[in-house]
């Protein structure tokens, strides 16, 4: 069972088992993305096309509503997102995805405080890991943890795109 919480939103997602997994092309300011839908919830998010056999593509009320978000995320109305999850990962990414949700909105934090943030600070290089084991960019905001002298460093989706929602965010550069 994964719980995860922002703000006074509380999402239990109890996993029995592999269901039918839909996907959805998503456009986005960031470009196409390619969402995944299991059970209700977003299980994924890949920046560009992703053709995945044997996935059938559905605009489903999820993805509509995650659309939505992102739009209102792009124009500066959304600080967070509502949309059910449920990433998959070992005990310790799961740790981490969940404080990465804790980062708040145009701050970041270092690896070494989320590492601190996870209970074992010197588990920077392991945070580091996950973030790039996130299921989920954008949505659970790993954009937001940079180095420890405020350098930028690794992004799944490229540092042009970290770049992009760090700024969108008011964070200067």
Excluded at 34 to 61: A, H, K, Y
């Amino acid at each position: 069972m994964w719980i995860f919480t922002r703000g006074d939103i509380l999402k239990v997602v109890v996993r029995k088992g592999v269901k039918d997994m839909t996907m959805d092309y998503i456009p986005s300011f960031l470009g196409t993305l390619t969402v995944r839908e299991e059970e209700g919830c977003l299980v994924s998010i890949d920046f560009g096309r992703v053709d995945i056999p044997g996935l059938q593509e559905v605009r489903t009320p999820l993805t509509k509503r995650f659309l939505e978000e992102m739009d209102a995320y792009e124009r500066g109305e959304l600080q967070s997102f509502s949309v059910p999850l449920a990433p998959q990962g070992t005990a310790f990414q799961q740790k981490v995805w969940q404080v990465l949700q804790d980062i708040p909105y145009g701050e970041t934090w270092s690896y070494e405080e989320v590492a601190k943030a996870v209970g074992n600070d010197k588990a920077a290089r392991a945070v580091g890991m996950a973030n790039n084991k996130n299921p989920l960019p954008i949505v659970i905001p790993c954009h937001r943890v940079i180095g420890k002298n405020g350098q930028l460093v690794g992004y799944g989706g490229g540092l042009d795109i970290k770049i992009k929602l760090l700024k969108l965010e008011g964070i200067l550069l």
